[in-house]
């Protein structure tokens, strides 16, 4: 492929979805990844999430530790996927074919699409709500806001990949202005207690609920990183990958989650409204400023909004090959994103005003279904397979990987039922163990290493040396593939 071609591509309207991406086409700096995720987290609704150790009874200073924890924790296996992507040139979700198989994938695609929905429905409401709030407090809750945010992030999902990286990276910059600023007004103006900095105040319930839902909130990430890496150069280091992710995440959150947790010990006149309280705290700083402030977070809610849109598409383009082979277009990525941006648009017009309620308990679920499918794919990758897969087989029905990948079924399942006695969902369902600790919810700790460890056992026959060897075979046939848009 030429340069001119490669460069035409580029700058239009991006035509790949779940093919892989040939060597001729790779670009960008991995550091460009750092920006990324650091937006992605640093916008209120990650702020929203450092309030439920506090609305929970504990207090600030193990609000901190837990956050920073369970933040680590999460952040480690999502930026362990985000180095998938150079190495394989997939997006996240299709990597799912060689343990779950081609059709068995649907399992976690469809937990994964929910997600995405889920997700958009939060932030195109609290995206409305910022961008409405900082014209009037009657346009808070106008419907047409969360319409703007919704068309503007399908136009940003749709432009692609690039455009993608260069939003995020641009707005990166002004929202550390903003957030500096923020921060700055919240340390000088809200008063803190003495009693929120006592150590000996250790509320587990509180303490293991925050862990857990900073947990999930990072591997929730987990679903679709590679999606944004996959177009670097293959020669890419794995570490080198893994550290600026991990960083540029791990940063952003600890910083909102702080942040929110902050804002909710603090004076009296702060409320429950997460975009309201943002707002008293920057106006506080300088009269405007809390316009400003809502301006730019509404942005970062537009921007990851179109991740979650592009995420979307791509699971649901992967969903449908499972059934119809489907070629790259442009066609197909605008009916998919259009689908997706529907139904959370859809949803959102009509969301419950209990949203700290609901999305507390959302990233729980997501948690929970998402921890067997991490430690199932990662356990691949970096144990089984250590990174090397026959790519023209992902595509392929009847391929080495097989239409079920009952390791990964099975692995995934034994994962998820170890962890329902452990489960911990206010007002849904608290499991025997976690009632027996009091309500602490230590799931996470039991799915991580029973699905890692039965997928490796279950795996102990697979003929890697085979597969590699295929591979080696199949590296001609699918770089020339990919470039005309045409796997095997």
Not at 356 to 378: C, E, K, M, Q, S
Request: contains cysteine.
């Amino acid at each position: 492929m030429s340069t001119t071609e490669t460069t035409t591509r580029r700058t239009g309207l991006e035509v790949r979805s779940i093919d892989y991406v040939p060597l001729a086409e790779r670009h960008g700096k991995v550091s460009h990844i750092g920006p990324l995720w650091f937006m992605c987290n640093a916008q209120i609704a990650t702020l929203a999430t450092g309030l439920i150790s506090i609305t929970s009874g504990g207090n600030l200073i193990w609000s901190f530790i837990a956050i920073a924890v369970g933040i680590c924790i999460g952040t480690f296996f999502m930026a362990a996927h985000s180095s998938q992507g150079p190495q394989l040139g997939l997006p996240q979700m299709i990597q799912s074919r060689p343990q779950f198989g081609y059709v068995g994938a649907l399992l976690v695609w469809l937990f994964a699409y929910i997600q995405y929905a889920g997700f958009n429905i939060f932030n195109s409401v609290l995206g409305g709500e910022a961008i409405g709030g900082a014209i009037s407090s009657s346009q808070a809750s106008n419907p047409l806001w969360i319409w703007v945010v919704t068309i503007v992030a399908v136009v940003i999902a749709l432009v692609g990949y690039d455009f993608i990286h260069s939003f995020e990276r641009y707005l990166t910059y002004l929202t550390i202005v903003v957030l500096a600023l923020v921060s700055i007004s919240a340390i000088i103006h809200l008063h803190i207690p003495a009693s929120e900095f006592n150590l000996g105040a250790f509320n587990p319930v509180a303490f293991f609920g925050q862990l857990g839902v900073a947990a999930g909130y990072q591997i929730s990430w987990a679903i679709y990183v590679s999606d944004y890496s996959r177009y670097l150069p293959a020669n890419t280091k794995t570490s080198s990958t893994f550290n600026v992710t991990f960083w540029g995440s791990a940063l952003g959150g600890m910083w909102m989650m702080f942040l929110g947790s902050y804002i909710a010990v603090s004076a009296k006149d702060i409320g429950s409204n997460t975009v309201v309280d943002l707002k008293k705290v920057a106006d506080a700083l300088f009269p405007g400023f809390g316009v400003i402030a809502l301006i730019v977070f509404g942005l970062g809610l537009i921007s990851v909004t179109a991740l979650n849109m592009y995420g979307g598409s791509l699971t649901l383009i992967s969903s449908i090959d499972s059934f119809v082979k489907v070629k790259p277009t442009l066609a197909i990525r605008m009916i998919t994103l259009g689908i997706t941006a529907a139904l959370s648009l859809g949803f959102a017009l009509f969301a419950t005003s209990d949203f700290l309620g609901n999305f507390n308990d959302f990233l729980l679920l997501i948690l929970y279904l998402f921890i067997p499918w991490t430690a199932v794919n990662l356990t691949d990758f970096f144990i089984v397979r250590r990174g090397h897969y026959a790519i023209a087989e992902i595509f392929k029905p009847n391929g080495i990987y097989k239409r079920w990948g009952w390791a990964g079924i099975g692995a995934y399942v034994l994962g998820f039922v170890a962890m329902i006695p452990f489960f911990n969902v206010a007002n849904v369902y608290t499991g025997p163990v976690s009632h027996a600790l009091g309500g602490v919810d230590i799931s996470l700790f039991i799915g991580l290493p029973v699905a890692a460890i039965a997928y490796w056992l279950f795996t102990l026959r697979v003929d890697v040396a085979g597969e590699r060897e295929l591979a080696r075979q199949q590296a001609i046939e699918i770089e020339e593939a990919a470039a005309v848009h045409e796997l095997p």
